[in-house]
């Protein structure tokens, strides 16, 4: 099929282009970027006057939930939210039941999601076995399989030399390791930061230290082995700038956050509601405030939604037997908006924390408009508002902490690989 894209805003940080001009998509591809090519003739023109045009987005947190969890969501669910998102590609991790260890259960996965429509699913094989945290899979067989790194998810290792001979495998062939640093010894029971608010409430907390112990772990293992390192939802103030110092270093360490992070902290606790039990934590102000400024210069490499839906009877319980988790995939793009408006940030630096930026974490193509690429594209409307209901969201998880809150900034078309996946109605 042949696109049209008319009149829109083009915004793609990776060619420094920000004008306004057509787009011309012909077998998958963008072919032209400003004039026609000679004999181009559309099937479909969409008019993009007023709307933003920019790379579809890249997420490296998403929770299909197969196989497994289907009652809390299915692929299809999620791929139709992905794609209502502006999402084009997507990084899911590896915490199904079985747990993604072996290359069939991999390689299953990947053929259901290619026969569906939606984002592109790149898979993040386990670490360990079952995710146990005590034997290595075989990660050169889940490499073939199409897994694009290796995790633990939220699952601890054993011990630490479990997490040295990770590394000194994945640094001998290359595999990049993203990892969520949390002690599990200091993290145990807990469920909210640890501060003034979960005292108050009577709520066991999850220290920052849980945080800034583990990541001292992990940076020091990955200077030693020379491995490849992505960490996975940082929250303290304190983490963030242990890998300020590690990049100035000259360490090769890349990081995310979730989107909920940041514009929520450890004050959204106080009416006891599950859909703020979050993993990790939300934190305090302080911390808050850091990520938002990490993001502003570059500390932070990406933001991602860390997706995760959950079923309505794991949060209509009171806040401590609750389960964590956020859908997101349809909200990664307006709170992203939101922190450019509220922190002055120019729409192409936004827009890369989700597009661009990611796509290299996950070395993956796409993230940008160039002539001759993937048309993997999202065209929104900047200034449109909504709210956050279950009528709104596509995923079949409505279980965020922005229900019922406004927000700014809509997709309108989602195109991947050429084909026009999502139009709003």
């Not at 993230?367 to 594209?377: E, M």
Request: proline share 7%; aromatic share 6%; hydrophobic share 45%.
């Amino acid at each position: 099929m042949k696109i049209h894209i008319k009149n829109g805003r083009i915004v793609d940080p990776m060619n420094a282009l920000d004008r306004q001009a057509d787009v011309y998509v012909a077998a998958g591809r963008i072919v032209a970027i400003g004039q026609a090519p000679a004999d181009f003739h559309a099937n479909r023109v969409l008019d993009a006057s007023g709307l933003v045009v920019c790379p579809g987005l890249v997420d490296l947190s998403v929770r299909l939930r197969e196989p497994g969890y289907e009652y809390r969501a299915t692929l299809e669910s999620e791929m139709l939210a992905a794609a209502a998102g502006g999402i084009t590609s997507l990084a899911c991790p590896p915490d199904t039941d079985p747990p993604l260890d072996e290359p069939g259960l991999v390689e299953m996965l990947k053929f259901r999601a290619k026969n569906l429509p939606g984002p592109r699913v790149y898979p993040i094989g386990a670490l360990t076995q079952k995710l146990e945290g005590k034997l290595l899979t075989e990660m050169a067989e889940l490499t073939e399989a199409g897994c694009r790194a290796f995790t633990q998810a939220d699952a601890p290792f054993a011990d630490t030399q479990v997490m040295l001979r990770a590394m000194e495998y994945a640094a001998t062939f290359d595999f990049s390791l993203w990892l969520r640093p949390q002690d599990v010894s200091l993290a145990r029971n807990g469920i909210a930061h640890d501060g003034a608010v979960a005292s108050r409430l009577g709520l066991p907390g999850i220290p920052a230290l849980a945080e800034t112990v583990a990541l001292a772990t992990i940076l020091q293992l990955a200077r030693a082995t020379g491995a490849r390192v992505h960490l996975a939802r940082l929250s303290t103030r304190e983490g963030i700038a242990m890998v300020r110092a590690a990049k100035a270093q000259g360490l090769a360490v890349t990081c995310d956050v979730a989107s909920t992070h940041v514009h929520l902290s450890e004050n959204d606790l106080m009416g006891f509601d599950a859909h703020f039990h979050l993993i990790p934590p939300l934190r305090s102000l302080r911390d808050r405030d850091a990520i938002r400024e990490a993001l502003r210069d570059g500390s932070i490499d990406a933001l991602c939604s860390d997706h995760t839906p959950v079923d309505e009877d794991a949060k209509q319980v009171p806040f401590g037997e609750s389960e964590p988790g956020a859908s997101g995939l349809e909200l990664l793009l307006p709170l992203t908006l939101k922190w450019a408006r509220e922190m002055g940030v120019p729409l192409s630096q936004a827009i890369d924390l989700i597009s661009w930026k990611p796509a290299q974490i996950l070395g993956v193509p796409g993230g940008h408009l160039s002539v001759g690429g993937n048309a993997d594209i999202c065209i929104f409307d900047e200034s449109a508002e909504w709210i956050v209901t279950p009528r709104t969201l596509a995923s079949q998880g409505d279980n965020t902490p922005f229900l019922n809150q406004p927000m700014q900034g809509r997709v309108r078309y989602t195109l991947i690989d050429g084909h026009l996946d999502f139009e709003a109605r």
